[in-house]
């Protein structure tokens, strides 16, 4: 399998006194798509994840460690 290409930015966000560990890939284009708000589910934290930059290349896209994982 190989790396992801297009990495995110992760980031820890203060969301009303909750911490979220946050993902965001920023497209290179000027594609008018949608921002894609993934919710990656329980148990899965961020690091998998990572290839969704390279299957939504001309797409914004956000993801978060749910509460409680990663």
Not at 37 to 49: D, K
Request: hydrophobic share 40%; proline share 6%.
């Amino acid at each position: 399998m190989t790396s992801p290409k297009r990495m995110p930015i992760i980031e820890t966000q203060d969301v009303d006194g909750i911490e979220l560990r946050t993902a965001r890939w920023t497209s290179a284009s000027n594609s008018r798509q949608a921002t894609l708000l993934f919710f990656n589910g329980i148990g899965a934290n961020l690091e998998l994840t990572l290839g969704l930059g390279d299957m939504f290349p001309d797409r914004d896209i956000i993801t978060f460690d749910v509460p409680g994982v990663g």
